[in-house]
Every structure is written in C-alpha cells, then in structure tokens.
C-alpha cells in the first residue's frame, strides 16, 4: 500500500479508501449511527437476540463500512468489487436495509433507495430534499381568436417521488 493511500476508516477492511472521509464530511454519520444502532437494539430484542436491557447497540464495522460506501452511492455490486466480497446484497437486506426500514417507514429495495430515504430523513448535511425549493415557470399562448378559448383546459402532472 503505498504512503498516500488511506486505510478503511473503519479499520474493517485493508482498501484504500477515501469515499468515507467524504461521506463523513457531507452526512450527519454520528447521528445517523446512533439511530441506526438504537434500531439495531429493538430489532434485537424483538427477535431474542437479547433480553436484558434495550440498549443502542453498535454497529459492527463492517456494517459502518457498507453504510459509508452506499451513503457515497456505489451500488452493491459495485462495493462486492471493491471489498472482494459477495453476497453483500443478502447481509445488507438483513441489517442496514432492514434498519433503515424502520427509521423511514419505507421499504429499502435496492441502494439507491437507501441513500435517497436517508437523504430525506435529514441525515445529509446542508439542504435536504425536503428543503429544496422547486421552481416551475410555464408560459402559453393561446390565440385571442380562438373559438375553445374560454372552455381551454391545462393540466400538469407533477410527480416529485
């Protein structure tokens, strides 16, 4: 590994990295951790993993490994090829999907999705998606002389999700 390379933050996979160092920059990851390892709690102890106390529990680094990479937005496929690894989609649809689910209440299908719910959700820094301003200016001519000019009609359909 060359000197200007950087090691995984996360310390859980020996890659040059420095997608993360930028996620960590443009996300709110501390907070966003926090509520995903709460999640991860109560997830646990719905299934039996745990009995005694409902406490945070920390996501393994691996996992902060995957979330870093997809809140950068690689695909699955494209974070198998760099952490030499496969079957990713199967442990992400288990654990971050499934946690994001409940963060959301929406259905994490695919990486794409994960990314823009959490983006929605407030965890990127600066303007979200909610807080974008949406501005639409639409001119028409419509001939003074014409005979359907008081029963014309305009709609515009809009879908912004």
């Given at each position: 590994m060359a000197?200007?390379?950087?090691?995984?933050?996360?310390l859980s996979?020996k890659?040059?990295?420095?997608?993360c160092?930028?996620?960590?920059s443009e996300?709110?990851?501390d907070r966003?951790?926090?509520?995903?390892?709460?999640?991860?709690?109560?997830?646990?102890?719905?299934?039996g993993?745990?009995?005694?106390k409902l406490?945070?529990?920390?996501?393994?680094?691996?996992?902060?490994?995957w979330l870093?990479?997809?809140l950068?937005?690689?695909?699955v496929e494209?974070?198998?090829?760099?952490?030499?690894?496969r079957?990713l989609?199967?442990?992400?649809?288990r654990?971050?999907?499934k946690y994001?689910e409940r963060?959301?209440?929406?259905?994490?299908n695919?990486?794409a999705q994960?990314k823009l719910?959490m983006e929605?959700?407030g965890y990127?820094?600066g303007?979200s998606m909610e807080e974008?301003?949406l501005?639409?200016?639409l001119?028409?001519?419509?001939?003074?002389n014409?005979?359907t000019?008081d029963?014309?009609?305009?709609?515009?359909?809009?879908?912004l999700?």
């Amino acid at each position: 590994m060359a000197t200007s390379e950087k090691k995984c933050p996360a310390l859980s996979y020996k890659i040059s990295c420095h997608e993360c160092l930028q996620v960590n920059s443009e996300w709110h990851l501390d907070r966003l951790l926090k509520d995903l390892a709460k999640v991860k709690a109560e997830q646990d102890f719905e299934d039996g993993k745990i009995r005694d106390k409902l406490e945070a529990r920390e996501l393994s680094v691996h996992q902060i490994c995957w979330l870093c990479l997809l809140l950068f937005g690689f695909s699955v496929e494209e974070i198998e090829a760099k952490l030499k690894r496969r079957q990713l989609r199967a442990d992400l649809s288990r654990t971050l999907f499934k946690y994001s689910e409940r963060i959301t209440g929406k259905k994490i299908n695919n990486w794409a999705q994960f990314k823009l719910y959490m983006e929605r959700c407030g965890y990127r820094k600066g303007r979200s998606m909610e807080e974008e301003v949406l501005e639409i200016n639409l001119s028409l001519k419509i001939p003074r002389n014409s005979s359907t000019y008081d029963s014309m009609l305009v709609k515009v359909n809009l879908a912004l999700d």
